[in-house]
T-cell receptor, first 112, second 116 residues
Framework: QKEVEQDPGPLSVPEGAIVSLNCTYSNSAFQYFMWYRQYSRKGPELLMYTYSSGNKEDGRFTAQVDKSSKYISLFIRDSQPSDSATYLCAMSANTGGFKTIFGAGTRLFVKA | DSGVTQTPKHLITATGQRVTLRCSPRSGDLSVYWYQQSLDQGLQFLIQYYNGEERAKGNILERFSAQQFPDLHSELNLSSLELGDSALYFC???????????????FGEGSRLTVL
């Protein structure tokens, strides 16, 4: 079993739709949860960052963390064609030298 | 622009050869991470350095090695290259807290390695 599971998609939605992206994980030590966006042939860029459980909102993006279920989500409201990218969840634990583990990434296509 | 610089952007070489990938972290970041991204394996953690010292190791092959220099730039050396080593190699940096890291990584644009 992988430490972080993420459906690779692809996920295709019409412009304006609400997009829900999810990851599950197995390591209860994870405390920091992130979502990265990666455009084709580019490096991943940090989109959202959450510590422990709860919600965080930034514009059209909302990140949710449910540590009891080991489940994290990213919601994109009013999706735009420019949101078409691969979204990677990532998580890490606050122990010296612990590496950040990434999900496989979900490819999202937003059709105009 | 993340502030992380990687060179070269593209590299084509033959099996059995050796290459060196270079990374300059963001100004002020002490930690450097190397990741390999291929189509079938996703983003795989290779190794982390903090202020010149190796801090964590992932699925890095023995043919691969890395180091971080006093000026904090890092190099990833790949030797005895095989076809399967063809991938995007990313460097990322972060501000390392005293205990572990929080995962806020800033990635460079990557070095695309093609082994023929």
């Amino acid at each position: 079993q992988k430490e972080v599971e993420q459906d690779p998609g692809p996920l295709s939605v019409p412009e304006g739709a609400i997009v829900s992206l999810n990851c599950t994980y197995s390591n209860s030590a994870f405390q920091y949860f992130m979502w990265y966006r990666q455009y084709s042939r580019k490096g991943p860029e940090l989109l959202m960052y959450t510590y422990s459980s709860g919600n965080k909102e930034d514009g059209r993006f909302t990140a949710q963390v449910d540590k009891s279920s080991k489940y994290i989500s990213l919601f994109i409201r009013d999706s735009q064609p420019s949101d078409s990218a691969t979204y990677l969840c990532a998580m890490s634990a606050n122990t010296g030298g612990f590496k950040t583990i990434f999900g496989a990434g979900t490819r999202l296509f937003v059709k105009a | 622009d993340s502030g992380v610089t990687q060179t070269p952007k593209h590299l084509i070489t033959a099996t059995g050869q050796r290459v060196t990938l270079r990374c300059s972290p963001r100004s002020g970041d002490l930690s450097v991470y190397w990741y390999q991204q291929s189509l079938d394996q996703g983003l795989q953690f290779l190794i982390q350095y903090y202020n010149g010292e190796e801090r964590a190791k992932g699925n890095i092959l023995e043919r691969f090695s890395a180091q971080q220099f006093p000026d904090l730039h890092s190099e990833l050396n790949l030797s005895s290259l095989e076809l399967g080593d063809s991938a995007l190699y990313f460097c990322a940096s972060s501000v390392q807290r005293d205990r572990g890291n929080t995962g806020e990584l800033f990635f460079g644009e990557g070095s695309r390695l093609t082994v023929l």
